[in-house]
């Protein structure tokens, strides 16, 4: 199956819903069963390589428990990978996080590029410039 296909597009963004739903489940194993062993994770903003599977898994499972992942949107981009955008919530502090993940043709996902951001109020100087056409949205 060509990386480009449709059904190969199907496959991969099926397969990047699984790995939330898991993840959110704390299904370990389900997730497990969803990457190659030498799949890579790059946490952009901090810099991190999490470059096999089972540390991959070790990451999110020995997080700090108390959050809920939302899966907001999973789009297959024109190169074939899946963009995904989950809004995380951990007691009083939401995250935001832009994922692209390569999956290979049998339905495994081998890398993951990852983007997070913090939802926090807009900077004071903005708030106070009385700009139209404005507006803030609260996050909660």
Same mark, same amino acid.
């Given at each position: 199956?060509?990386?480009?296909?449709?059904?190969?597009?199907?496959?991969?963004?099926?397969?990047?819903?699984?790995?939330?739903?898991?993840?959110?489940?704390?299904?370990? %194993?389900?997730? $497990?069963?969803?990457?190659?062993?030498?799949?890579?994770?790059?946490?952009?903003?901090? *810099?991190?390589?999490?470059?096999?599977?089972?540390?991959?898994?070790?990451?999110?499972?020995?997080? #700090?428990? *108390?959050?809920? +992942?939302? +899966?907001?949107?999973?789009?297959? +981009?024109?190169? *074939?990978?899946?963009?995904? =955008?989950? $809004?995380?919530?951990?007691?009083? !502090? =939401?995250?935001?996080?832009? !994922?692209?993940? &390569?999956? &290979? %043709?049998?339905? +495994?996902?081998?890398?993951?590029?990852?983007?997070?951001? !913090?939802?926090? %109020? #807009?900077? %004071?100087?903005?708030?106070?410039? *009385?700009? #139209?056409?404005? &507006?803030? &949205? #609260?996050?909660?």
């Amino acid at each position: 199956m060509s990386l480009s296909s449709p059904a190969h597009s199907n496959l991969a963004a099926s397969v990047v819903c699984q790995l939330w739903h898991s993840f959110q489940a704390r299904d370990w %194993a389900g997730a $497990r069963a969803l990457l190659v062993d030498r799949a890579c994770c790059d946490w952009v903003a901090s *810099g991190e390589r999490l470059a096999s599977a089972d540390t991959i898994i070790r990451a999110n499972r020995e997080y #700090p428990e *108390g959050w809920t +992942l939302h +899966l907001l949107a999973v789009n297959v +981009l024109l190169d *074939g990978r899946v963009h995904s =955008i989950i $809004r995380v919530e951990h007691g009083s !502090t =939401i995250f935001f996080a832009n !994922t692209l993940f &390569t999956v &290979t %043709a049998e339905g +495994l996902i081998e890398h993951m590029e990852e983007y997070w951001g !913090t939802a926090e %109020a #807009p900077p %004071a100087s903005r708030l106070q410039a *009385g700009w #139209p056409d404005y &507006t803030v &949205t #609260p996050l909660v």
